[in-house]
């Protein structure tokens, strides 16, 4: 009897196996996760452009070429090569700035930078000498931007300063 009863227990629990996995399942649906798509600038867009300069000590307007960068549209690096001529005198200014551009208000980024640079002018002597700026820069399209700066200029030799104020243009690539 005994080994009925075990033969029995046996067969009960290989068939219940074996029914438990005849039960249907539900049918298994893919989640339905999208992936976020991310817009993101480049992280350094190089520009070229140009600026007409006013300086107070000279009374005198000159024009400006720079070639630079923005960096993750906070940092932006240029270098400049200004030229003026006067009936008194002829200045040639080569210069690197770095600017901080602040948050972007509309299409409006204000911006402060300082540079360093060596000037050539003649009958007057050549120095290097240090600059300190402001400005603002307007985003026109996503090709073009145009700004007007303020700029110090002061030499380290003749302590002589002048103040620059500029209206510029650029062009990203």
């Known amino acids: 009897m005994l080994q009925l009863i075990t033969a029995l227990a046996i067969s009960l629990l290989g068939t219940t196996s074996a029914l438990a996995s005849d039960i249907p399942r539900p049918p298994s649906r893919p989640l339905n996760i999208t992936t976020p798509v991310i817009v993101s600038q480049p992280s350094f867009i190089p520009y070229v452009g140009g600026e007409l300069n006013y300086s107070s000590f000279y009374n005198s307007f000159s024009g400006n070429v720079n070639v630079g960068g923005t960096y993750r549209n906070f940092l932006s690096t240029e270098l400049n090569y200004d030229f003026s001529r006067t009936p008194t005198r002829v200045s040639h200014m080569g210069s690197g700035m770095t600017w901080l551009n602040g948050p972007q208000l509309y299409k409006i980024t204000p911006q402060i930078g300082a540079g360093l640079g060596y000037r050539w002018r003649t009958g007057e002597g ?11 820069k307007l985003e026109l399209t996503q090709a073009v931007d145009v700004n007007v700066r303020y700029r110090f ?21």
């Open 126 to 136: 050549n120095e290097a000498f240090y600059t300190l700026g402001a400005g603002v």
């Open 153 to 173: 200029v002061e030499g380290f030799r003749t302590r002589q300063h002048d103040h620059l104020v500029t209206a510029g243009f650029s062009f990203k690539f």
